[in-house]
């Protein structure tokens, strides 16, 4: 193709050159209600008030990154979660809480997984009290 005088392009090709390189292909929309790739968070765990430690009466789902489930807390549970990395055994009970001596056992069960980590955990309780004072909004449910 011979330039014309002057080094510029004709107009109709420079258009044309213009809108093949602004026509590039978007990133697809980020679906920020999915699980991310390779960070597998999700529990179910579980209450039981029964004294012989017999089965839960409650069980709740709780997924994180991102928070779901029928957790009704998830975004403060994940939170928990994620500054022990999963682990609830490694949770710390809250200094100020004040609880009373009554002797009513509280059963409680999470099993599920954490960036790959297969994870079953159960730990029973003096009473309500005491659980929630150790699990913080975990097993607030």
Not at 11 to 21: G, K, R, S
Not at 27 to 32: A, E, L, M, S, T
Request: hydrophobic fraction near 40%.
């Amino acid at each position: 193709m011979r330039m014309p005088s002057g080094g510029r392009l004709p107009a109709l090709l420079a258009a044309t050159v213009i809108m093949t390189c602004s026509a590039a292909t978007p990133p697809p929309p980020v679906q920020p209600d999915l699980p991310q790739p390779g960070k597998h968070r999700e529990f179910t765990l579980s209450i039981g008030y029964d004294a012989a430690g017999a089965a839960a009466k409650r069980f709740v789902l709780l997924g994180c990154s991102p928070p779901r489930g029928t957790h009704p807390k998830a975004a403060a549970a994940c939170a928990t979660l994620a500054k022990v990395g999963g682990d609830l055994s490694a949770l710390e009970p809250d200094q100020d809480a004040m609880c009373t001596k009554e002797f009513m056992p509280v059963t409680i069960t999470a099993n599920g997984v954490w960036d790959g980590k297969f994870s079953w955990f159960e730990r029973t309780y003096g009473n309500a009290c005491e659980m929630r004072s150790m699990m913080g909004p975990v097993f607030d449910f």
